[in-house]
């Protein structure tokens, strides 16, 4: 049985720093496509970041280039993704995600993603 277990999100002000983490049983991360969601109050879930197996091909949606860090630790078998400069545009619920191919292929559809998280809520203030 494939569990995902976000954690790490919480209240910061603009300009803070937030690591979140995802841990996984059931399921290699590090052998797996990895990503990291989030939705906003009505609007549409969203790719934030990617992963394919042993952190090769990291990317980003344009709005958190160079601001956010996915990664992951295999031992720990845990996904991470390190937020810096936080903006209140990055207010949202952050859910990771995990599809059984070892590469992303560009895929980032929700759908593409069987296996999800509960979500870990992170809130940015001005």
């Known amino acids: 049985q494939v569990q995902l277990v976000e954690s790490g999100g919480g209240s910061v002000q603009s300009g803070g720093s937030l690591r979140l983490s995802c841990a996984a049983s059931?399921?290699?991360?590090?052998?797996?496509?990895m990503a990291w969601f989030r939705q906003a109050p009505g609007k549409e879930r969203e790719g934030v970041a990617r992963?394919?197996?042993?952190?090769?091909?990291?990317r980003y949606v344009d709005s958190v280039n160079g601001r956010f860090t996915i990664s992951q630790d295999s031992a720990k078998n845990t996904l991470y993704l390190q937020m810096n400069s936080l903006q209140p545009g990055d207010t949202a619920m952050y859910y990771c995600?995990?599809?059984?191919?070892?590469?992303?292929?560009?895929?980032?559809?929700?759908?593409?993603?069987?296996?999800w998280g509960q979500g870990t809520q992170v809130t940015v203030s001005s």
């Open positions: 995600a995990g599809m059984e191919d070892p590469y992303c292929n560009s895929r980032w559809n929700q759908s593409d993603f069987p296996h």
């Open positions: 059931g399921f290699s991360v590090s052998k797996n496509c």
């Open positions: 992963l394919s197996n042993h952190m090769s091909f990291p």
